[in-house]
Structures are given as structure tokens and as C-alpha cells.
């Protein structure tokens, strides 16, 4: 079987580097993630240059915020470090945000364009 063949998850990418970094033979490290030393070796090199990472605990919460981390995702999706799954998830968050986004556009339009001195109630989503 060969690196490409293997299906790796980030959390075996994450044992991987930590195994290493203590210390570990690549006899042990292969052995904890059931591959051979030659697959553990060439998926080190692949992931060491950039470990995998998990999302920021917190993204700025802006146009621009989101952008970045659409962008990081879409970087770390092609460079391996996280699953389609993830980048899918983190896009569908994404698109939910801009939907409400545009309604809360929507209603900021229809308020000011109303003659009513009432204005619609606070529509603070996204702060806390």
C-alpha cells in the first residue's frame, strides 16, 4: 500500500507529528497507526511542512473575517489538512451567515424607506 493509497484522517496526521516530535521510532509510530514505516515516513514529510490544524476558536465577526476564513479553509482543504467534510460544513456555516446577512439588509431598506416613525425591532445577530 502506498502514502496516497491510505485514507488519513487529521487525527492520525496529529498522532503522527506528536509520536515523532516525542520521540517515537517510526517501528512504534507505525505500528500505533497500523501503516508501514515507509507510508508513516512519507506522510511526516507531507504534513510536517504544514500540520494539520483544527479552525480558529474564534473568527472576527465581519465581511472580512468571513472571507479569511473561507479562504484558510479552502487552502487547508487543497494542502490536505482538513476532509471535504470539514470544508463542506464550514461553506454551508458560511452561506447561512450570508443569507442573513442579505435579510438583514432587506430590512434595514424596508425601514428606512417606511414612513413609520417606528423603526423594526433590533436585529443584532452575530454579536454577543
Known amino acids: 500500500m502506498n502514502a496516497e ?3 488519513w484522517a487529521r487525527e492520525d496526521d ?3 507529528i506528536r509520536m ?9 509510530v507505525a505500528d500505533e497507526l497500523s501503516a508501514s514505516v515507509d507510508e508513516c515516513k512519507a506522510r511526516h514529510a507531507l504534513v510536517a511542512k504544514s500540520p494539520p490544524s483544527r479552525p480558529a476558536a474564534e473568527t472576527t465577526r465581519t465581511s472580512a473575517g468571513l472571507r479569511d476564513t473561507l479562504f484558510d479553509t479552502m487552502e487547508a482543504l487543497m494542502t490536505g489538512r482538513i476532509e471535504a467534510g470539514d470544508a ?3 461553506a454551508t456555516l458560511a452561506s447561512a451567515i ?4 442579505e435579510l438583514e439588509m432587506e430590512a434595514e431598506k424596508l425601514r428606512r424607506s417606511s414612513d413609520s416613525a417606528s423603526p423594526l425591532s433590533a436585529l443584532r445577530l452575530g454579536v454577543r
Request: glycine residues 4%.
Open 88 to 90: 463542506k460544513a464550514v
Open 14 to 16: 496529529l498522532e503522527l
Open 20 to 28: 515523532v516530535e516525542n520521540g517515537s521510532s517510526w517501528a512504534t
Open 98 to 101: 450570508c443569507k442573513t446577512v
Open 5 to 7: 493509497a491510505r485514507k
